[in-house]
Structure formats: structure tokens, C-alpha cells
């Protein structure tokens, strides 16, 4: 039955919406592709699973990323970094205007 889902139509609006230029051959291999494909999740669909138990993390593991706290040694002070910018104004860096007027 899934085999008959997939047509020319379908590849055409697929092609359409991706924006797509097929040719003749290359829209019929993509029929029996398409078709070959969702006949691979029929027969996934197929298997028993009925006593596997549902997992929605496979690693067991929690907490596994660092704490997201400032490094101190890597922070610059306020006044190292206006000594670097190539011009100030009333204590802030002047910048060119990104917007005219």
C-alpha cells in the first residue's frame, strides 16, 4: 500500500517546494526510491517492541556539563578594555554612527 502513496504528482510538488529542476529520469528513480524508503519503515513498524521499555535517555547520565561561572583570570577589567578601543567619549567607546540622518 505505501508503495502506492508515492507518484509522479507527489515528486513534482516536492520538486516544487524545494525549489528542484528534475528531469524525466531523474523523477522516476526518485519514485522507486521514495518508495523503497517508506517501505523500510513499514517493516520497522512491523517489529514487536512490546516488551522493550521506552528510554529517553540512553546514557544514564545527568548533570554532565560545568557550572557556567565567570573565570576571573580571564576577565578583563573596564579600564584594560577602553585603553584598547581606538576612541572614547564621556567614558564610552565612540563608535561610527550606523544610522545617517
Not at 513534482?12 to 525549489?19: E, P, S, V
Not at 528534475?22 to 517489529?47: E, G, K, P, W, Y
Not at 576577565?75 to 567614558?91: C, F, I
Given at each position: 500500500m505505501t508503495n502506492q502513496i508515492i507518484t509522479l504528482d507527489?515528486?513534482?510538488d516536492i520538486a516544487r517546494l524545494a525549489r528542484l529542476g528534475l528531469s524525466d529520469s531523474q523523477r522516476s528513480q526518485l519514485v522507486t526510491t521514495l518508495r523503497d524508503v517508506l517501505s523500510h519503515f513499514t517493516n520497522i513498524q512491523d517489529i514487536n517492541t512490546k516488551d522493550v521499555p521506552a528510554s529517553d535517555d540512553a546514557?544514564?547520565?545527568?548533570?554532565i556539563t560545568r557550572p557556567d561561572l565567570p573565570q576571573a583570570a580571564r576577565l578583563a577589567s573596564v579600564k584594560q578594555l577602553m585603553d584598547r578601543?581606538?576612541?572614547t567619549k564621556d567614558d564610552h567607546i565612540k563608535v561610527k554612527a550606523v544610522f545617517s540622518s
Amino acid at each position: 500500500m505505501t508503495n502506492q502513496i508515492i507518484t509522479l504528482d507527489i515528486i513534482d510538488d516536492i520538486a516544487r517546494l524545494a525549489r528542484l529542476g528534475l528531469s524525466d529520469s531523474q523523477r522516476s528513480q526518485l519514485v522507486t526510491t521514495l518508495r523503497d524508503v517508506l517501505s523500510h519503515f513499514t517493516n520497522i513498524q512491523d517489529i514487536n517492541t512490546k516488551d522493550v521499555p521506552a528510554s529517553d535517555d540512553a546514557t544514564g547520565l545527568t548533570n554532565i556539563t560545568r557550572p557556567d561561572l565567570p573565570q576571573a583570570a580571564r576577565l578583563a577589567s573596564v579600564k584594560q578594555l577602553m585603553d584598547r578601543v581606538p576612541e572614547t567619549k564621556d567614558d564610552h567607546i565612540k563608535v561610527k554612527a550606523v544610522f545617517s540622518s
